[in-house]
């Protein structure tokens, strides 16, 4: 969307650069910071960044800071809107959206600007999946938002599958990473996708190939498409007993000789946008946004797996546009 087509430009624009996660192509990080709240929060990748090397950087938005204190960042809020060409965006790379010090008002806005980039992909993690079902327990997910949990092990890992099961989606998708157990047998009901991965830097733990191979075979039978991500710092010693740390360079990504990076099937997607006839009845019952343009969005669930959304916008001349976006998701 061009700079200046709708009345954004009050907020700064962020740089961003090209991703370096495999599964995702950019990163937006209107919220900052986080806390750990379970087992794969140990070594934290993102805290070990701020206190490293981004709380020094003048130009970062933790600098000078501690990775515990979480900030929104209103400056941040319209970056997608920067960019034209469709991409896969990962929400808060740094940070947990749904952490407790994040108002509901503040992911609204998020939420806001995602409804107005129908061509970009969302992909909202958390661990907090408590929160995030609170949350949307009286919103919809935007139908260009994929939802997903982190899990690292069975004592929280199953309780969060669960939660997410609960949510209404075009894509639900778990973040094994950094499996430090074997979570054994999981239900793939309803979930679309499955990232698996190691735990890197100093203190990583190393990851049995056993505990990869029965997620990748869960996922095949059950038709759910699987990336494995990378070893991390550790594979098992040559001799077959014990683990040898090599780096996540040397252990790479293979499983079993084979590379697998599976991304959810969409069957099918559209986007189209034209003049709307605004009647003043139907506005009363519409859900506002008035500082992003948005004065509609609402969704019709079809059965099976068909979804239409509708969202009504005004470009700076107040002239009103429909948007209609449907998708259809491979279950
Ligand atoms: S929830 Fe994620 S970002 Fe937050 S402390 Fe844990 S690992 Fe780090």
């Excluded at 061009?2 to 907020?11: L, S, V």
């Excluded at 509901?104 to 907090?128: G, M, N, S």
């Excluded at 069975?154 to 778990?174: D, Y």
Aim: hydrophobic share 35%.
């Amino acid at each position: 969307m061009a700079e200046g087509k709708f009345p954004f430009n009050r907020f700064r624009v962020g740089m961003m650069k090209k991703s370096g996660i495999e599964w995702t192509d950019k990163t937006w990080s209107p919220v900052s910071g986080c806390t750990k709240v379970s087992a794969g929060c140990a070594n934290c990748y993102a805290k070990q960044e701020v206190d490293s090397r981004l709380s020094r950087n003048p130009k970062s938005i933790f600098f000078g800071r501690n990775f515990s204190e979480v900030q929104t960042h209103e400056s941040q809020l319209n970056v997608p809107l920067q960019w034209k060409k469709p991409r896969r965006i990962f929400v808060c790379p740094r940070g947990d959206p749904f952490h407790e010090s994040v108002p509901d008002e503040f992911i609204d806005r998020i939420l806001a600007v995602i409804k107005l980039c129908p061509q970009h992909t969302f992909q909202i993690l958390t661990k907090r999946t408590e929160r995030m079902v609170a949350y949307f327990s009286n919103r919809i997910v935007p139908l260009n938002v994929w939802i997903g949990v982190s899990i690292e092990n069975r004592t929280h890992g199953l309780l969060r599958i669960n939660l997410l099961q609960t949510i209404e989606a075009t894509v639900r998708f778990l973040l094994i990473e950094p499996l430090i157990e074997d979570i054994g047998n999981i239900v793939l009901t309803g979930i679309h996708w499955v990232i698996c991965g190691g735990e890197t830097g100093v203190l990583a733990r190393p990851m049995h190939p056993d505990w990869v191979r029965g997620l990748r075979d869960q996922c095949v039978a059950a038709g759910v498409p699987f990336l494995f991500k990378q070893w991390g710092e550790w594979i098992l010693a040559e001799s077959g007993d014990g683990y040898a740390k090599v780096g996540i360079k040397r252990s790479g990504r293979l499983l079993d000789g084979k590379l697998y990076n599976e991304y959810p099937r969409l069957r099918y997607e559209k986007h189209e946008l034209y003049p709307f006839q605004l009647r003043r009845e139907s506005l009363q019952q519409m859900i506002e946004y008035p500082e992003y343009g948005i004065v509609e969005c609402r969704r019709e669930c079809f059965p099976a797996n068909y979804t239409i959304d509708r969202g009504l916008r005004i470009d700076e001349h107040g002239k009103h546009y429909a948007h209609k976006h449907i998708s259809m998701t491979e279950r």
